[in-house]
């Protein structure tokens, strides 16, 4: 009897690369369809009154419709995170909207994590040299803490922080949990923000004025996210400065 024969390398390497191949052709087709001049306060200045009267009519529906949108944004790494929190506040309230954003974003960055693990982790570290590998041991020594850490200070991308502990050998259900706790603060901030803005939008419309992310943005909201991290890096630090010691016999 005889075996088949195994599967052509680079076969292999095509299946590996299927996730992402996936991801940016979802993200092509996002861009294409002209999402990036939709997903902006403009937009929903314009359209407050429809989409809340959507809403009032067929709320479950909108709301996993909405859950779906936001997997897919942070799945593809489309560049509305910001946005699409802020009108979840908006639409739904702080508590469910930020509840539904928290859960989805966790969800879309799980999935870009994943494919990122899947296609390019290994051959990175493989590629990085030993310098990038001492790194990696360093965070997952420290997985939790550290990713908690960086998802609480906005120092980086999200997109970036939802690839980047794939390069670590970080495992899900590691990243999972830190992810959830670790965007929950800043989500809730911002959908908060987000259910207190329809005057301003109002306005906007009413004057034909354009509005930005950043005009509603505060000194005392960035500061706030500045002191999450610092609270949560206090951890591992002492962690650091006063390790356990094996008691001698």
Not at 1 to 29: E, H, Q, S, W
Not at 76 to 101: D, E, K, N, Q, R
Not at 130 to 143: H, K, Q, S, T
Not at 170 to 181: D, F
């Amino acid at each position: 009897m005889t075996t088949p024969d195994p599967a052509p390398p680079r076969k292999n390497r095509l299946l590996r690369f299927a996730p992402v191949a996936v991801i940016l052709a979802a993200l092509g087709a996002m861009y294409a369809a002209g999402l990036q001049d939709i997903f902006n306060l403009d937009w929903l200045a314009a359209q407050r009154g429809t989409l809340r009267a959507l809403i009032a009519d067929h709320y479950a529906l909108s709301l996993i419709s909405f859950a779906l949108i936001y997997v897919l944004a942070v799945a593809t790494a489309f560049p509305a995170a910001s946005m699409l929190t802020i009108s979840g506040g908006f639409l739904f309230g702080w508590l469910v909207g930020g509840s539904v954003v928290v859960i989805s974003a966790t969800c879309g960055a799980s999935l870009l994590f994943l494919a990122a693990r899947t296609s390019f982790g290994a051959g990175l570290r493989a590629i990085a040299g030993p310098r990038v590998n001492r790194l990696a041991e360093a965070f997952e020594n420290n997985a939790f803490s550290t990713l908690i850490v960086l998802r609480l200070a906005p120092v980086f991308p999200f997109f970036a922080m939802n690839i980047a502990p794939a390069l670590f050998r970080v495992p899900l259900s590691t990243y999972v949990p830190a992810t959830l706790i670790g965007i929950a603060p800043g989500t809730f901030a911002f959908a908060y923000l987000g259910s207190g803005i329809d005057s301003v939008l109002a306005s906007a419309a009413d004057a034909g004025q354009s509005v930005q992310i950043s005009d509603l943005v505060t000194p005392e909201l960035t500061i706030a996210f500045g002191a999450l991290a610092l609270v949560a890096a206090i951890p591992p630090v002492i962690r650091k400065l006063y390790p356990k010691r094996t008691p001698k016999a």
